[in-house]
């Protein structure tokens, strides 16, 4: 299951990947893209740190920054088709949530994966 999120996105994306990783029966592996402007403006980021040290064989993790600052390590710009490719292909269903910009963006990026829409929720 792989999961798309942006900003306040997070919170619905958060509470299944929770209730997932919690149930040490449940075998599903999840993917979670989380795109934020700044390194600050990642909400939930000790709980989701948190979950993916205690889950790294069921978890992976990627936050991408729009505007990120020079310190910032991890990945850059918003979420686009090669970063879904790379980091969430083959996944079974997809979650997304997140501001109606993001979510067009995401649509238009399943239509040219040829995801289709019946293994997709949108929040």
Not at 28 to 45: F, W
Request: charged letters at 25%.
């Amino acid at each position: 299951m792989t999961m798309i999120c942006a900003g306040s996105g997070i919170t619905p994306i958060y509470a299944v990947l929770r209730t997932i990783m919690q149930d040490v029966t449940d075998p599903t592996k999840c993917i979670v893209i989380d795109s934020n402007r700044q390194e600050g403006d990642i909400l939930c980021r000790q709980e989701l740190d948190a979950l993916h040290e205690a889950n790294k064989v069921r978890m992976a993790l990627v936050h991408t920054l729009t505007a990120a600052g020079e310190s910032w390590t991890g990945r850059r710009g918003r979420i686009n088709k090669c970063l879904v490719e790379e980091v969430g292909s083959g996944a079974d269903l997809w979650l997304v949530c997140g501001p109606e910009g993001m979510e067009d963006g995401v649509r238009r990026i399943f239509a040219e994966m040829g995801v289709p829409l019946t293994d997709v929720v949108f929040f």
